[in-house]
Each structure stands twice: as structure tokens, then as C-alpha cells.
Nanobody, 126 residues
Framework: QVQLVESGGGLVQAGGSLRLSCATSGRTFKDYAMGWFRQAPGKEREFVAGISRSGGSTYYADSMKGRLTISRDNAENTVYLQMTSLKPEDTAVYYC???????????????????WGQGAQVTVSS
């Protein structure tokens, strides 16, 4: 089992920035690819960013590319998502997820992830 706890969400004005954190426990963090997803009301959960086990590979969704940086600290068992130039349409619950994978693999389908956090609300006001 892997436990994930997100933090860092909140209310921000358009154009602002937020950094989300996802602290993990329970298994060897460095064996897991990590992903960030978001879900707005009435919409499906969508992939926004992912990072490979070592952190050597990253992948970003086109919808937020250029405004996101995903990183991980394997010593602290934590993954981060830095978001800049936020827009009202970025308002959603943001989830982190973990999946045991080979190196360089970054799943983008939410069904590929076995472990999920409880979510962090991000609200961007206009």
C-alpha cells in the first residue's frame, strides 16, 4: 500500500502561482512513477503532469504545458507540482497518483494508477 497526501491548494487570482505537494508513505517511493491529475465539476479526471521513478523524465498535458513544473524528492518521498500563470479554467480538484513502473514509464491514463491521494482544491478567481 502507498498512502498519498496532497497539500498546497487554495484560492489564487488569475495569473498567480501555487505549488502543490504530495507526501507519500508505505512503500519505496523511488519505485513509483508519479502523476498529477485534475477534475473539474462535471468533467472527467484528466492528466496534467507525470514524472518517472528517478525524476529523469517528465511529461505535461498540452492544456497546461509551459505553466507547470513537476519534480520529486526521493529522499523526502514527496512530489511537487509548481503551477504558474493560473487561469480560471484551471479551477479543479488536483490529485496525485502513484504507480509501480519501470524507469522512464509515465502512465497518463488514470486507470493505470493504483494509488491516489484525497485531492486538493485549487480555485482561480478572475
Amino acid at each position: 500500500q502507498v498512502q498519498l497526501v496532497e497539500s498546497g491548494g487554495g484560492l489564487v487570482q488569475a495569473g498567480g502561482s501555487l505549488r502543490l505537494s504530495c507526501a507519500t508513505s508505505g512503500r519505496t517511493f523511488k519505485d513509483y512513477a508519479m502523476g498529477w491529475f485534475r477534475q473539474a465539476p462535471g468533467k472527467e479526471r484528466e492528466f496534467v503532469a507525470g514524472i518517472s521513478r528517478s525524476g529523469g523524465s517528465t511529461y505535461y498535458a498540452d492544456s497546461m504545458k509551459g505553466r507547470l513544473t513537476i519534480s520529486r524528492d526521493n529522499a523526502e518521498n514527496t512530489v511537487y507540482l509548481q503551477m504558474t500563470s493560473l487561469k480560471p479554467e484551471d479551477t479543479a480538484v488536483y490529485y496525485c497518483a502513484a504507480q509501480y513502473t519501470l524507469e522512464y514509464i509515465i502512465p497518463r491514463n488514470p486507470r493505470s494508477y493504483a494509488y491516489w491521494g484525497q485531492g486538493a482544491q485549487v480555485t482561480v478567481s478572475s
